[in-house]
């Protein structure tokens, strides 16, 4: 028989423990220590504890479910904190290796669902994406969060049996920096053109994206024009602390890429990362970490001509 209840205090070592035993090693953090769950999953703004439900069997934590909102798209024109509740999402689902069973996990999923719509939920998703991830950045999904990774078997499972559909997929992808460096035959006329500039403790682009990664060290590259100095690209990169620990390589997780409308197709998006990578090697980082839409296929063949390999996949999951 199991019990559900809402998350406690106390609950954090029990949860740690079952990350541990059930998480994917690929693409998230392994093992995940009980003060990295506080800062990334509870001692964040959108954190409410009735929104995380715990499975007991005779005293013992076997499983848990976590149910969030995320604020409005326009986040430019929303105040801080302020999230929008029509959107739900059950962010994540752990059981016990062994105990997927037609109690558990149905039941969790189910009181993730009834906490959703009781705080105003009119269609639920699972999994965390953009702006739909409130917690787990930083500890699941690669560089920015995305879905429910592939190789999260039982989270899958649960939800398809209970008849949430497969919306998007996002492909999370891998520079090997011990790899040789690839060969831009645009590099040495864009380089006379433009100037790189990075620039360290760099300010996140809005405040969910201080809320999921402000507290690693972020460095912002930009593309200028030599000429005027006026934009041509900008990234980020963030230090993907935690990720590190089944291989023990270290890894930077690229995210925010754009190019200014105007001089898209030039090369420009290209020889921005491709510096990236550069400094990346010569700061003896080991990996570099992206993502993007699985229907993105520009996105995958710039990539790709870097030296990026898929390593994951993810899909967001919507109950019709």
């Known amino acids: 028989m199991t019990r559900f209840r809402p998350f406690r205090n106390s609950d954090p070592p029990a949860l740690v423990r ?9 693409a ?31 005293g013992r934590i076997v499983g848990f479910v976590h149910a969030g909102f995320g604020p ?5 024109s929303i105040p801080p904190f302020q999230l929008g509740f029509e959107l739900g999402t059950i962010a994540m689902l752990v059981v016990e290796p062994g105990l997927d069973d ?36 930083g500890l699941y999904g690669g560089s920015e969060g ?18 949430y559909q ?5 492909v999370l992808l891998e520079a090997d920096l011990s790899n040789p460096e690839p060969r831009d035959p645009r590099a040495a006329l864009i380089r006379r053109q433009t100037q790189v500039e990075f620039l360290e403790d760099a300010l996140p682009a809005n405040w969910w994206e201080n809320l999921g990664v402000g507290h690693c060290p972020l460095t912002a590259a930009r593309l200028l024009n030599k000429s005027d100095g006026s934009p041509l690209a900008h990234a980020s990169i963030w ?7 089944e291989d023990g390589r270290s890894r930077i997780g690229l995210i925010n890429l754009e190019v200014v409308p105007d001089y898209r197709r030039k090369g420009f998006g290209r020889f921005l990362v491709s510096e990236i990578l550069r400094r990346a090697r010569a700061n003896l980082v080991g990996l570099v970490e992206v993502q993007t839409a699985a229907s993105n296929q520009p996105a995958l ?13 993810s899909t967001l999951y919507r109950l019709p």
Request: a negative charge; charged letters at 15%; zero cysteines.
């Open 166 to 170: 497969p919306v998007s997929s996002t």
């Open 239 to 245: 230090d993907m602390q935690g990720f590190d620990r």
């Open 28 to 58: 998230t953090a392994r093992p995940l220590r009980v003060h990295e769950l506080d800062t990334h999953a509870f001692g964040v703004v959108p954190f409410e504890a009735p929104g995380l439900i715990v499975g007991e069997r005779n």
């Open 301 to 313: 063949a710039l990539y790709a001509s870097l030296g990026f390999v898929p390593i994951e996949h």
């Open 146 to 163: 995305s879905g429910v990774l592939s190789g999260h078997e039982s989270f899958h499972r649960a939800l398809i049996d209970r008849g």
């Open 102 to 137: 037609q109690e558990l996990a149905p039941g969790l999923l189910a009181a993730a669902e009834h906490y959703l719509r009781a705080r105003g939920a009119k269609v639920v998703y699972a999994g965390g994406l953009f702006p739909l991830n409130p917690f787990y950045w």
């Open 72 to 76: 409005e798209l326009a986040l430019a």
């Open 18 to 26: 079952l990350w541990n035993q059930a998480i994917p090693p690929s």
